[in-house]
């Protein structure tokens, strides 16, 4: 007899994890299936530190960054472990920008504050401001490390079920309520069927929808930031976003803006923000493209003096990016999908849980913006890779 589950989860990684955890603690039946072993590096949710950026103005993000604040504590209370450390974010480059989210967030009670270059130098002089800077001290980093093993701890001590090692192979909307799934593990080949499915595969999303689903388009890159090693043992690290235009003085070979933190035993992290090459999750090279990598040393030797430019570890991870960079979230029969983070999702992970787990219930929609079948009319991707510079090592 096939087995008929309520709900399936499909991509233990942090929005499935999220997911599980959100619909188990309301006594919802749950399996959750991830293809790895935990504690696997060929996605997005791994490492150690993830930017918690609270410099948003577009209302809907702010709305989720309040509610994110307070359902990482609830984990933090539920896990037994603290998966924030709340070092603060500074945003610094665009002044214009930095004055509309500090209003903005004061507005929805979210700390925030406008610093002068010298005193952001002062309290940080491990970076160089040239203007104003928004300090917001909510912010800071996420740990994935502890933050997917919390998640599932708690979803399992709330009756789920998690299972690793299983990829699913292909599934079938059968019907409102039926969904036939093809697993494949270490003990075989299964079919199983569920009520409801939920899709948070990451890179792997556009190939299990394949094309059976009307989706925004999902473009996987391999994104490659570094930490360099510090050379200032005495500075003191926020999280950092500098928007810097290319060509603008100080920097003229800009690929996006620049995002940072630090992580403990590892130096200081620095990225371009979704100017990776596009890749198959299946067939990630890993390596640093060369071009990317001395930039990036040059931004650091510009603007990062708390560290050592020539002294650095590569990192490798990707992006699943829509071209309006909002994520997807909605719910199309009885199939669920949490898709397109686009690089800044990780903050919002136990929000998104708790939406995709409301469309498996049924109890609330996902905000309009998020809608699958929306329409995308230019986007901060596209117009940003089509900056980047075409010259070869």
């Not at 896990?79 to 209003?103: M, W």
């Not at 093809?182 to 079919?191: D, I, V, Y």
């Not at 901060?380 to 090592?393: H, I, Q, V, Y």
Request: proline share 6%; charged share 20%.
């Amino acid at each position: 007899m096939v087995e008929m589950l309520d709900t399936v989860v499909v991509g233990g990684g942090a929005m499935g994890s999220a997911t599980a955890w959100a619909l188990a603690t309301r006594g919802r039946e749950v399996t959750l299936l991830e293809q790895f072993e935990p504690g696997h590096k060929l996605g997005a949710s791994h490492g150690t530190t993830r930017n918690l950026n609270l410099g948003y103005s577009d209302p809907t993000y702010v709305r989720m960054l309040g509610e994110s604040l307070a359902l990482w504590r609830l984990l933090s209370e539920q896990s037994g472990t603290e998966q924030v450390a709340r070092t603060g974010t500074v945003n610094h480059g665009d002044p214009t920008a930095q004055a509309k989210t500090l209003q903005v967030l004061k507005n929805a009670g979210i700390r925030a504050e406008e610093l002068s270059a010298a005193e952001a130098s002062e309290r940080w002089r491990g970076i160089k401001f040239t203007g104003p800077a928004l300090n917001m001290p909510d912010g800071g980093q996420l740990n994935p490390d502890l933050a997917l093993p919390g998640f599932q701890q708690v979803a399992r001590e709330a009756g789920a079920d998690i299972r690793h090692g299983v990829r699913l192979v292909e599934f079938q909307v059968r019907g409102e309520d039926d969904v036939r799934l093809l697993l494949e593990s270490a003990a075989g080949t299964e079919a199983v069927h569920a009520r409801r499915v939920v899709v948070t595969a990451g890179a792997w999303s556009k190939h299990l929808l394949g094309d059976s689903f009307t989706i925004p388009a999902l473009t996987v890159t391999q994104e490659q930031p570094l930490h360099f090693a510090p050379a200032d043992q005495g500075a003191v690290w926020p999280g950092f976003n500098h928007v810097l235009v290319p060509g603008s003085p100080g920097f003229e070979h800009a690929y996006s803006p620049v995002y940072g933190m630090f992580t403990p035993g590892e130096g200081v992290k620095a990225g371009w923000h979704g100017t990776g090459a596009v890749t198959d999750p299946d067939r990630r090279s890993f390596a640093s493209e060369s071009n990317q990598r001395r930039a990036l040393q040059d931004y650091a030797r510009e603007w990062l003096p708390g560290v050592d430019a020539g002294s650095f570890t590569e990192i490798s991870c990707t992006y699943t990016n829509t071209e309006d960079e909002d994520f997807i979230l909605d719910r199309i029969g009885p199939v669920v999908i949490g898709a397109g983070f686009s690089g800044h999702g990780f903050k919002f992970t136990p929000v998104i849980g708790r939406i995709l787990a409301d469309l498996v219930d049924g109890s609330g929609p996902a905000p309009a913006k998020f809608a699958a079948a929306r329409r995308i009319s230019g986007s901060a991707f596209t117009d940003r890779r089509a900056r980047l510079p075409r010259t070869k090592d």
